[in-house]
């Protein structure tokens, strides 16, 4: 509540209550309980005293059997009016005489006298006292006395709220007259602070009318002032230089993104010119490619047994030769349609996709048994066709590079975060030199010997460009004859896959 109040005099004068409050508060309640305990403890030495002096006069008559002298000894109580009961047993525990200040009411005594001591029941206080002469226990005193203790606690309490009420009063008319000394000039510091927010007027100041602290805080004031009024002119010739530069530099990026579009125009130019003519090219030379192939299958067939070894290698040669010709021609054309071909996207249950081709790829394998470990696969969104194509490029690429192991182990698997799924393939093949990394998914881009591993040098690249199109990414990690991992990237909202 103090901190939302506006005004500092308010603020003051509530310090100043809450204070004298809380001081109040904490006097009130030591006094209080000073005087409960007080009141408490004179009350039982009162009555501990009061049955010591009437054992000490009944003494004789116990020990003269004289229950008349006792009573009488009891009677002189009427003038105690607090005391309501009192009773004068025998050694033995039995009643010798008692005294009740109203007849009418009814004793309840006790049947036997307890030790010394005192007691609060109630609204009473009893007391017992031993009386005893020449170390003999002659009997027992049993006095009940009204304790008042929760009435006084009332009458106090109805006093301090009254002083309370007035000292607060008091303060807070002291405090009212007096803050005016403290809050004036902060008063004027604020107010000028409120011209200057409002006029942007920096040459204003405040008058110093002490010298103590808030005197300090009127110059410092005054200096903040004058700091702020040199640098607001600094900034604003920095502003007017600083909207120059920008109005200079908004023409240079719009000269900028002008030429970048023209470019970007001509590079997209010259990629459909260019898969035009990969598609082209490709196209027209699968008919000679064809040609030769079918011309030396004929002369094979026709005329092997007229050949001799060495021209029945040779035609080999030329067989095998345009057999991977025609490899060369299909991953290329592939790889040209795959910017044309528009996207298909649908759910597609990546795991069912790896088994799939995986089975499919194995059933045409040669070489030893493959232990294949497939883990769980999130489901992604995509062309269906396309990301088959993934599948087979990098389980075939597993098989080919783990063929001549011993116990060759193939693995896929994926992980997930918040914004992709990453799909992997592992395999503990021949693996390649890192150093190459940067030519994997190049087009034609071999990092081993034909004579060691087949393959045109595409399969990657296809990778790469599907993955890419459906706004993901690629990369490998691998050490020679330690195997390779390829991993790839699916996002988990949907790309439009355009480019």
Aim: zero cysteines; aromatic letters at 8%; a neutral charge.
């Amino acid at each position: 509540m103090l901190a939302r109040t506006r005004s500092i005099r308010r603020k003051l004068l509530l310090v100043v209550a809450a204070t004298t409050v809380a001081a109040l508060v904490v006097a009130g309640v030591a006094m209080e309980i000073y005087d409960l305990r007080t009141y408490q403890q004179s009350s039982v030495n009162d009555l501990v005293t009061q049955a010591d002096i009437l054992g000490r006069a009944s003494a004789p008559a116990l020990s003269f059997d004289d229950p008349k002298a006792a009573q009488e000894n009891l009677a002189l109580l009427k003038a105690r009016p607090g005391i309501t009961a009192a009773a004068i047993y025998t050694a033995k525990g039995g009643l010798f005489a008692s005294y009740v200040r109203n007849n009418g009411a009814d004793p309840k005594f006790p049947s036997l006298p307890e030790a010394d001591g005192s007691r609060v029941e109630g609204k009473e206080l009893i007391v017992f006292k031993r009386i005893v002469e020449n170390d003999e226990i002659l009997g027992t005193v049993y006095l009940r006395a009204h304790y008042q203790l929760f009435e006084r606690f009332k009458d106090y309490l109805g006093i301090l709220s009254v002083v309370m009420v007035a000292s607060l009063l008091v303060a807070v008319l002291l405090s009212a007259r007096l803050n005016t000394v403290v809050t004036r000039p902060i008063l004027a510091i604020n107010e000028v602070a409120r011209r200057v927010v409002q006029s942007r007027d920096f040459s204003l100041r405040v008058e110093k009318t002490t010298d103590d602290e808030i005197g300090s805080l009127a110059d410092g004031f005054n200096a903040m002032l004058a700091e702020i009024g040199q640098r607001a002119a600094t900034m604003e010739a920095s502003n007017r230089a600083l909207e120059q530069a920008k109005e200079e530099l908004r023409k240079l990026n719009a000269e900028l993104e002008q030429r970048v579009a023209d470019r970007t125009t001509q590079l997209e130019a010259a990629n459909k010119e260019l898969e035009s003519f990969s598609y082209s090219v490709s196209h027209d030379l699968r008919a000679p490619v064809r040609a030769i192939a079918g011309f030396s299958r004929l002369l094979w067939e026709a005329h092997a047994d007229q050949l001799d070894a060495e021209a029945q290698r040779k035609l080999g040669v030329i067989q095998s030769e345009t057999q991977r010709m025609g490899e060369l021609i299909d991953d290329l054309l592939a790889f040209s349609r795959l910017g044309r071909k528009e996207m298909q996207r649908n759910d597609l249950d990546m795991q069912a996709m790896a088994r799939g081709m995986y089975e499919r790829l194995h059933s045409q394998h040669q070489g030893p048994a493959v232990e294949f470990r497939l883990g769980s696969l999130p489901h992604a969104r995509g062309d269906r066709v396309l990301l088959e194509q993934v599948w087979a490029n990098l389980l075939s690429n597993a098989l080919k590079f783990s063929a001549k192991r011993e116990k060759p182990v193939i693995e896929v698997s994926a992980i997930s975060d918040a914004r992709e799924h990453t799909y992997f393939v592992r395999d503990n093949g021949a693996g390649f030199d890192p150093q190459y990394q940067s030519k994997l998914f190049g087009v034609f881009q071999r990092l081993h010997r034909a004579d060691e591993f087949a393959g045109t040098g595409v399969g990657l690249a296809l990778v790469q460009r599907i993955v890419n199109r459906h706004g993901g990414r690629v990369w490998a990690d691998s050490r020679p004859n330690e195997g390779a991992t390829f991993y790839f990237t699916l996002p988990k909202e949907q790309t439009d896959g355009s480019h």
